[in-house]
């Protein structure tokens, strides 16, 4: 009888996918579960899972645009994989293609290219092939008057060559940013590759120049979904999804002969204008029903940095009835303000296709592309050789003019003529800016400003005292940077600052090592409130020695080590009050015998599938999809160098960003952690929560937006966070709202302390909008609606507002 209940409860796994007719995966399609009245739904990848007892049950699978399926499932003693195939809709489908078909024949030749893009979709199992990449920018720049280019070439007197002092060629000069690749891209079926980078070329201003890799211009316009990674906050639905008639109208604007191949031209036009959709043409081969070409515009809220940006990519015919795509080319604009625009163009030439190539064990991995050691040594006459299309008019003036004056600027006099006017000293460095030093770019010296020297703290009020900076970095990538400051104390007449220095000793491994010693006001908890951060209470004195290292132990994998030994000294006879005293209403400061402490700190965090690329003096880590691991272990020694405290730390935390289609993206953060050894735990090393600030929106992947209380603990928690910008998923299906450009968001967070028992919950939700700083500055300002609730406090509900500035870099906000 045990047994034969045992075997009743038993819990077993239900998994598979759902696909279409294409075995293309449907994402977010929804199961139900008969006989438990809830169910799931499939991932990005189409993959759906659950546990249930044992017994018998009804799924339905169903997705919009898909006929509804219905199966049953009996459980007994193994777990079961059900894959399903859904349908396209004929009912909702077919009532849109019929009218259609009365207006127009793009529909049914859009149909036709549906039916035969599984054809398409993967045609190869490994490619290899030459790419050419130019990415270029201009500025335009609206004046009413016309100013004189000034150019000086700082030779003691020597005049450039007559025809490079033309004012066109200058202002030319001046205003376009030019680069040119060359590399060999490598691609495994479905959706491994790997860029081997021969040639680099660069000219002019190139900071805002769109350079993607492959995986970030990788359009498959035959899959339900295009991602466009770094461009818009949500992929496009393909006007060859199978469900395209439910987002997109189609004309056939005309026909045309290719050799003997006839091509329609079809107008793409969305029912309504979202995130998800593009507008534009695409061109579609007769009887071969696939892509001859598309020429679409994203639309315009959902682009990330870019004011507007059109995608054009050509197919070739390879051999037979294989077509890829050999030209791409990507024009967008950025606007500075009314006078000033940024105008740029990205084009990529594919050509000498090797189809099926048969690629070394293990070729394919983390690393997606490699530079190699000669591509920045290619001259003019390499360039000219292999470019498939000419630069255009500008792009040669101004590739011209650099070339004509490079002997000349690359050489020893030239450069130390550049540092000369660099390091000439002014008052608006003296008084505003601070001094700066700097030899061939490879070392730089920084002084702090007279106004910047005078500083306010909020245990002693005003100190006085310079700031010094240097960096040095070589051609093999290792660097080494000092830093030091001295500052002292009108109230009490005392002088802290600090001296350090980082050695990155190997680029190839992030490895660096540093040291750092110095006496200074310590906050108690740095991630407070920013009204606690603003308590003299929140402060102690403390002189410090700290050594720390970091270095990648394989790839993903990092190990932080870091000791420090501080003297920790109350402030309790210190004359720290200050007018924030009784403008806040100061408590007194902590109050506790001055003692030594040495801690420890080790971190070892691990990224699975971490990808990165490798430079000739660096490795650049691009990212994953999977979640990144982190285990700490933070120790207070006892009797080692005079060390009065004892204590253990450990916790486990994970974290993650996904990408969930056309319905928006989501980022967690989960953490769990306790001390194991609390015999000599002192009050400022507890574990602490921050907080929340009035009406200000924290980082709610690491903060809790209700909190009342900054809390301090010493026992077992767990705390998880979670938020999801749904990027116009919600927002795009109300008219009216659409056009204000506002995002929802929404998420929560939770807070379990063992001792004493408290537990903590929160949700939110809100609205977010973004706002233009410059031409590639965002603001991103929220509103938000929160509701939190816990065992020692009735549900409260409060409102928020956030400030997010985009990472230009990453092409990324904070949260």
């Known amino acids: 009888m045990l047994t034969s209940a045992k075997a009743s409860f038993a819990q077993l796994n239900v998994s598979g996918y759902v696909l279409d007719e294409n075995n293309a995966p449907i994402a977010y399609a929804n199961i139900f579960i008969r006989e438990l009245g809830t169910g799931t739904s499939t991932d990005i990848n189409g993959r759906y899972f659950t546990t249930l007892q044992t017994g018998e049950y009804t799924f339905t699978f169903s997705s919009v645009g898909y006929e509804t399926q219905t199966v049953s499932i009996i459980l007994k003693d193994v777990d079961v994989v059900k894959n399903i195939w859904l349908k396209p809709s004929t009912e909702q489908l077919n009532e849109i293609v019929v009218k259609a078909r009365r207006r127009d024949p793009a529909y049914e030749i859009i149909q036709n290219a549906i039916d035969n893009k599984a054809k398409y979709l993967f045609q190869v199992n490994t490619l290899r ?31 450039p060559p007559d025809d490079l002092t033309s004012e066109e060629d200058t202002a030319v000069t001046n205003q376009v940013g030019l680069i040119e690749i060359e590399l060999q891209l490598n691609f495994q079926s479905p959706d491994r590759y790997k860029e081997e980078r ?69 107008r793409v036009t969305p029912r309504k204008k979202g995130n998800s959709s593009c507008s534009g043409y695409i061109y579609i081969n007769d009887g071969l029903w696939n892509i001859n070409k598309v020429e679409v515009e994203l639309y315009k809220g959902s682009l990330r940095l870019y004011d507007a940006f059109s995608i054009s990519q050509t197919y070739c015919q390879v051999r037979d009835s294989l077509w890829f795509p050999c030209r791409q080319e990507f024009i967008y604009e950025t606007k500075q303000n009314r006078l000033k625009t940024f105008k740029g163009s990205t084009l990529i030439r594919h050509s000498d296709y090797d189809i099926d190539y048969i690629y070394p064990e293990k070729f394919f991995g983390n690393e997606i592309a490699f530079t190699a050691q000669d591509a920045y040594d290619k001259d003019s006459g390499y360039w000219s050789q292999i470019r498939p299309e000419p630069l255009t008019i500008d792009e040669q003036k101004m590739v011209r003019h650099t070339d004509s004056i490079r002997a000349i600027t690359q050489s020893p006099e030239y450069l130390d003529s550049i540092d000369a006017l660099f390091n ?64 002292y104390g ?157 204590f253990d730390y450990l916790s486990f935390s994970i974290s993650q960003k996904m990408q969930l289609g056309i319905f ?51 026992s077992l928690f767990f705390e998880a966070h979670y938020i999801h910008h749904f990027n116009g998923a919600i927002i795009n299906n109300v008219p009216l709202l659409k056009k204000t450009r506002i995002m929802a968001v929404a998420g929560g967070g939770a807070l379990w302390v063992s001792d004493p028992q408290y537990r903590y919950a929160e949700v939110f939700a809100g609205v977010e909008r973004t706002f233009k700083l410059g031409a590639r500055r965002r603001l991103k300002v929220g509103l938000y609606g929160v509701i939190g609730e816990s065992n020692q406090i009735r549900t409260t509900p409060g409102y928020k507002i956030s400030l997010d500035i985009i990472d230009t870099w990453k092409r990324n906000w904070s949260f």
């Open 129 to 159: 092939n030459n790419v050419y990449l130019k990415a270029a920018e201009i500025s335009e720049q609206k004046s009413k008057e016309k100013r004189e280019p000034i150019i000086s070439f700082g030779l003691g007197g020597e005049e």
């Open 198 to 266: 021969t040639a680099f070329n660069k000219y002019g201003n190139t900071v805002g120049l769109f350079i993607p890799r492959f995986d970030e211009i990788d359009f498959n316009f035959y899959k339900n979904l295009v991602y466009l990674k770094g461009i818009t906050e949500t992929p496009i639905i393909s006007p060859l999804s199978n469900t395209s008639i439910l987002t997109y109208k189609f004309k056939l604007e005309n026909s045309y002969k290719e050799g003997e191949q006839t091509v329609y031209r079809i």
């Open 424 to 487: 000439k000293v002014t008052a608006l460095e003296i008084f505003y800016e601070g001094v700066a030093f700097r030899k061939s770019e490879k070392r730089y010296m920084y002084f702090s400003s007279i106004p910047s020297m005078i500083g306010f703290q909020v245990a002693g009020g005003w100190r006085f005292g310079p700031y010094f900076y240097y960096y040095k970095r070589n051609k093999s990538g290792k660097s080494i940077s000092f830093q030091s400051n001295l500052n």
């Open 490 to 646: 009108f109230k009490n007449n005392d002088l802290q600052g600090g001296t350090g220095f980082r050695v990155r000793y190997n680029p190839f491994k992030f490895a660096d090592f540093w040291v750092y010693t110095g006496r200074d006001f310590h906050s108690i908890n740095y991630f407070d409130a920013y009204l606690n951060q603003l308590s003299f209470s929140n402060y102690i004195l403390a002189d410090m020695l700290q050594v720390g290292h970091r270095i990648e132990l394989v790839n993903g994998l990092f190990l932080y080590t870091e000791a420090e030994l501080i003297a920790r000294q109350s402030l309790a006879n210190f004359n720290g009050r200050t007018f924030l005293n009784d403008l806040i209403g100061e408590r007194e400061p902590l109050e506790f015998e001055d003692y030594e402490a040495l801690i420890t700190d080790i971190r070892l965090s691990y990224t699975p599938g971490m990808r990165y690329m490798t430079e000739p003096d660096r490795k650049i880590l691009v990212g994953t999809r999977y979640p990144t691991f982190t285990i700490r272990h933070k120790k207070g020694w006892e009797n080692l160098l005079g060390s009065d405290i004892n």
């Open 664 to 714: 928006g993206a989501s980022n967690y953060v989960a953490n769990v952690g306790t001390f194991v050894n609390t015999k000599g735990l002192e009050f400022i090393d507890y574990k602490r929560f921050r907080q929340s600030d009035p009406y200000l929106y924290s980082n709610p992947l690491y903060s809790f937006q209700l909190l009342d209380t900054s809390l301090s603990i010493s």
